[in-house]
């Protein structure tokens, strides 16, 4: 599930349905979810979990692509 969210989100931002910085609202909207938020900080870079890092947190809440 990991790959394909991430898939999804990258192809939302080249087609200009996410913004380059995104917050996890956004996210939920674009793909139809309503774990972005979650996901979003559990993939960020220096996340606590040691997840793989797919996301660099710009501000409170607010990502861009790696």
Known sequence: MEKTTVRRIKKAVVNGNLPAIFKGKDVNHALN???????????????????????????????RLN
């Open 33 to 63: 979810i309503n774990w972005g938020g979650n996901f979003l900080a559990k993939h960020r870079v220096g996340n606590p979990g040691g997840e793989t890092e797919h996301f660099i947190q710009v501000s409170r809440g607010q990502y």
